[in-house]
């Protein structure tokens, strides 16, 4: 057969959090609010939302936002903390949480207090290194529910600042001439263990750790990381050295493209080697400067490119970015990624016309991108090995999976201007009895407008774009893949006869 999926494999566990996103606070509360944006992100497949923006989060004053006070929040017409558990709730999904790293360790902790603390907790969080009485945990409870929302959302996973190795220049240790961050430090090691004294200490990772956990010991604090660990000022490797045994998980941003590259054809190939690499490298770094001991990634930020203002032929909005989407999904998941968060949910198209997001921040029309998350959402929770006799990189990139005991899929993403037929053999199977088929479609990799299931422009819950049966099914099966398509195939089979597994992959988040 042209493609085989072994089904007598225990396979490998892929995380749900692997379909995350970002939730920026400029999208304000008329647009968490809004029941179309409410219902395309819950039909989306996206899984957790990261929150309150990216650079923002570094100078995010959380209780004056949440308050409303003009004089610590520069945009009191943005996202409050109850917003997001607002929104957040509606769309039935958990967050993660990027701490503001310039703020102090009892600030973060009474944030912690607010999202997950009970009413009647009278536990003191205490004053901080800048004289600040920060209470009790009840009393950041007790402003959550005079806001709204009486029972806890609890938080479980958070960052500790945003891209902290790119300060502005002149503000910390090894910060660039380059740097766009506003941030106290750009050396690892400070990042982890903090700089100064007294009510001029800048606090770093281990001391919110311990602040935020004493609130509630069932959270983890991500440090920030890079890929290659050695590149800004062996920032990577510092901060995996510094933080220790204490790292709960390693987030890094990772964008494909700062510059066009050549051609759609190499954007498409990208996947196929970043992730690996990057897996690697980290690895290594962990054997290096951690003992071995690895902790689990997080990929907070990542799409096609990293400024959007070099994206002038607006490829985030096309085609094009829904396959390299769906890959790198596909590729992170292979590479054993623990979560990942998509840049971003909906953010405003830029000056030159393209956008980061799923939706559109006004209309809530769907992007291309939107359907990667749709199809993988549907792919099962088991990845199992694959093989098929398609260059992954230029022409068919195929993905095996189970859901259940009788349920195999396959994602293949034709990357080619021809379709391709095939045969998919399903090894551990005794008879195939029925499946079905999503397929997204695009004329051209140039389209800002694909087919989902035959449907350009599909209900809010995609209710009026269901699966295509298959039909005459065998095992083999036969299949045509369309050109520029992402296909999902679920395939029904008798009781598969896989082995059971010899170890445990532990994802970062299952939900």
């Known amino acids: 057969a042209d493609i085989v999926v072994d089904a007598t494999s225990s396979g490998q566990a892929i995380a749900v959090s692997l379909r995350g996103s970002n939730a920026p606070a400029w999208l304000n509360p008329a647009r968490f609010g809004n029941t179309t944006f409410q219902a395309r992100t819950d039909a989306s497949g996206v899984s957790l939302l990261r929150i309150p923006g990216g650079s923002w989060s570094n100078y995010y004053d959380w209780l004056a936002c949440e308050n409303g006070d003009s004089s610590g929040c520069d945009w009191t017409w943005a996202a409050r903390p109850t917003d997001f558990i607002d929104f957040l709730q509606a769309v039935d999904r958990p967050a993660m949480y990027t701490v503001n790293a310039n703020g102090t360790s009892r600030e973060a902790a009474a944030l912690v207090a607010f999202f997950n603390g009970a009413v009647d907790d009278d536990r003191v969080i205490g004053v901080d290194v800048r004289g600040r009485d920060w209470g009790t945990v009840g009393q950041w409870a007790r402003l959550r529910r005079d806001h709204g929302n009486p029972a806890p959302f609890t938080i479980t996973y958070w960052e500790f600042g945003n891209e902290f190795y790119g300060g502005k220049p002149g503000q910390g240790t090894d910060c660039s001439e380059w740097g766009w961050e506003d941030v106290w430090t750009c050396d690892g090691t400070e990042y982890v263990t903090g700089s100064g004294s007294g009510s001029q200490r800048h ?63 190499d954007a498409l190939a990208e996947p196929q080697t970043t992730w690996p690499n990057l897996a690697a490298d980290v690895q290594a770094a962990f054997d290096t400067h951690a003992n071995g001991r690895p902790a689990p990634i997080a990929i907070t930020e ?210």
């Open 203 to 265: 606090e770093g990772y281990l001391e919110f750790r311990a602040a935020m956990q004493a609130v509630d010991a069932s959270i983890q604090l991500g440090a920030i990381g890079v890929w290659p660990s050695d590149s800004w000022s062996n920032w990577g490797n510092e901060v995996i050295a510094a933080a220790g045994e204490t790292l709960d998980f390693y987030s890094i941003h990772q964008y494909a493209y700062f510059d066009p590259p050549a051609s759609y054809a």
């Open 302 to 511: 990542y799409n096609l490119f990293a400024v959007q203002d070099q994206d002038n032929g607006q490829w985030m909005r096309r085609a094009v970015n829904a396959l390299f989407m769906a890959d790198t999904l596909g590729q992170m998941a292979t590479a054993g990624i623990g979560s990942a968060n998509q840049w971003d949910l909906a953010n405003g198209a830029a000056g030159n016309g393209t956008d980061y997001g799923l939706l559109d921040a006004e209309s809530y029309a769907r992007h291309p991108q939107y359907y990667a998350f749709v199809q993988w959402s549907r792919f099962g929770s088991t990845l199992l090995p694959t093989t098929s006799r398609w260059d992954a990189a230029t022409e068919l990139s195929v993905y095996g999976g189970r859901v259940d005991g009788t349920t195999v899929t396959v994602l293949a993403i034709n990357k080619t201007g021809q379709a391709i037929p095939a045969t998919i053999q399903i090894d551990g199977v005794s008879q195939v009895t029925g499946g079905s088929a999503d397929v997204l479609t695009a004329q051209t990799l140039d389209a800002t407008t694909v087919a989902f299931n035959g449907v350009t422009n599909p209900a809010d819950d995609l209710s009026d774009a269901p699966a295509t049966p298959l039909r005459g099914v065998s095992n083999p099966l036969g299949y045509t893949f369309p050109k520029y398509s992402i296909t999902l195939l679920r395939i029904n089979t008798s009781a598969q006869q896989f082995a059971p597994s010899s170890w445990v992959y532990m994802p970062l988040i299952l939900r």
